[in-house]
């Protein structure tokens, strides 16, 4: 991803961060040359000094059967996006899009099944310990269990990651105040996230 010196992001800490919050993202492999991409709920795990990307798809889904040919997968997390209109500006410029988007690259490889009970164990409890008849993968029913015979498993053990959050951080303090007030103006949802967005990584 060419990401220019002002919208490069550098602290881990901040990606990981960002992955846990926006975690439906984009896996891509490649078939015979050819890219196809499965759009997933993914988790992001640590194990000792190691981090992955795990997640699980239909067995039906042929992309599983590429994760050998292929040294390298790409999964992409993205978070709030929007159109920015040059007459927000105090002089005379071009329109732009803001944006955060994060590529991770790593080795994939199939997980056993207890591994992937593991996995929907932790997938369940993130999105459901929290609701009051949470739907937990040990109070599952064996019938219902038996339906991950219907999916596979994978981990990426990521080895790069890029990140860009391209917020106007290249504006002068006018504009940049401006561009949050009027993408708050606009009547789309992901306007007024991109304008939240900025207001938490204003630099003044």
Known sequence: MFIPKYFKVSDVEEVWDFIQENS???LVTTEKGKPIATHLPLQLLKDGEAFYITGHMAYANPQWKTFEENENVLVLFQGPHAYISSSWYNHENVPTWNYQAIHVYG????MSEEELEKELTLLLRKYEQHRESAVLWETLSPQTKNQIKGIVGFSIRIQ???AAYKLSQNRKEADYKNIIDKLNEEEDFNSHEM??????????
């Open 24 to 26: 439906f993202g984009t």
């Open 160 to 162: 790069e990651i890029q």
């Open 195 to 204: 304008a939240e967005v900025m207001k938490n990584n204003r630099k003044f």
């Open 107 to 110: 080795r994939a490889s199939l």
